[in-house]
């Protein structure tokens, strides 16, 4: 283990960090497994049940639909990873209710609820035969004006955050490195096109770059993620371009010359191995970035569309109630990117502390 990591696992904040980042990348891969609400997108909607304070519970009575034989013949593991993944497709009618009775002819006489008092909502019957059951489900932290639980938002929301910066960077890392090493290694005329390139790029404010290249592109998904990664790459080219003209000099690159090694081999092989630690601290850091403008584009709406849900959807659907009693279905989002984003950058500044040769 390198001298750099043993001091970054000492670093208490470092350690904090890491487990905060593994904790949501845990909630993002497990996703409609652990949400509380596994439909798709979490999506369940209950008007009735709209804007209820945490911890409320109600009565669900669940009618059962009838299930198609080939969902039934599917392979189990290969369905609890597409659930997994996509969420379980509602197969039940579910309505909340206030109470229920078995009469004497084994029907089921139940009352909807209207979100008022009990008593005051309507008695229906269902007929003996029905396939059905009730249970209590509670929304740990309430609904939002459409009924939907904000908890399985809020963890289905994890997966767009680190999704998009996990791609921006891929991105990013792809388009800086290639650009970077191509300038510093050969110089001259293409070190001069690449660097007007990257100080006509630099020159534009970030924001407005990725609102322009989101409007040419669509709004959308993975429109998000390609509009972030494309003005993520210039910090790292010019970070990359600086260390392969340090390093091209040295007398390993000069040895590779002389025994005949191909520019590629030396630049791929030999050069850019040595600047993946500087390239690790831009990373955690353009993460942050990333998570960053995604809410902000899906605050403008011009990000993820609904139904998707979105940390920064969540907060433009609801920051309106923050004037009234239910300021935590907008605040709540909003710790979330601060919690996340924060980690990204303190474990930046803790990696560039443990890799500062000068400690």
């Known amino acids: 283990m390198s001298q750099g990591m043993k001091k970054l696992l000492k670093n208490p904040l470092a350690i904090a960090c890491i487990v905060v980042i593994v904790f949501f990348t845990l909630i993002a891969i497990l996703g409609y497994a652990i949400t509380p609400d596994s439909s798709p997108y979490a999506n369940e909607q209950h008007l009735e049940l709209a804007i209820k304070k945490p911890g409320f519970k109600i009565k669900?009575?669940?009618?059962h639909d009838k299930y198609s034989g080939k969902e039934q013949k599917t392979c189990a593991i290969k369905r609890f990873f597409s659930n997994m993944l996509f969420g379980t497709p509602i197969t039940t009618t579910n309505i909340p209710i206030y109470n229920y009775r078995i009469d004497e002819n084994q029907n089921l006489i139940y009352e909807t609820f209207t979100g008022d008092t009990p008593n005051e909502g309507e008695i229906k019957t269902l007929k003996k035969g029905t396939k059905y059951e009730i249970v209590e489900k509670k929304y740990y932290l309430g609904t939002d004006r459409y009924g939907r639980d904000l908890l399985s938002q809020l963890m289905i929301g994890t997966r767009v955050s680190l999704s998009v910066g996990f791609i921006a960077i891929v991105i990013a890392l792809a388009i800086g490195i290639t650009l970077g090493a191509l300038a510093g290694y050969y110089g001259g005329v293409l070190d001069n096109i690449i660097m007007w390139l990257i100080n006509v790029i630099w020159s534009m404010p970030t924001i407005l770059l990725v609102i322009a290249i989101t409007f040419a592109l669509g709004k959308g998904f993975w429109q998000v993620f390609v509009a972030v990664g494309l003005t993520m790459w210039v910090d790292i080219a010019r970070m990359v371009r600086g260390q392969v003209m340090g390093l091209k000099e040295k007398e390993f690159v000069l040895a590779g010359k002389a025994l005949g090694f191909s520019d590629a081999r030396l630049i791929v092989k030999h050069i850019l191995p040595n600047v993946v630690s500087a390239v690790t601290v831009i990373i955690a850091s353009n993460f942050a970035t990333a998570i960053l403008q995604e809410a902000?584009?899906?605050?403008?709406?011009?990000g993820v569309q609904p139904p998707m849900p979105s940390w920064g959807t969540m907060i433009k659907e609801n920051y309106g109630y923050i004037i009234l009693d239910a300021a935590y279905m907008a605040i709540i989002p909003g710790l979330a990117i601060m919690i996340l984003v924060l980690a990204f950058f303190?474990?930046?500044?803790?990696?560039?502390?443990?890799?500062?040769?000068?400690n």
């Open 60 to 63: 669900m009575l669940k009618i």
């Open 346 to 358: 303190l474990l930046g500044s803790a990696i560039r502390q443990a890799m500062d040769v000068k």
């Open 296 to 302: 902000g584009l899906s605050f403008l709406g011009i």
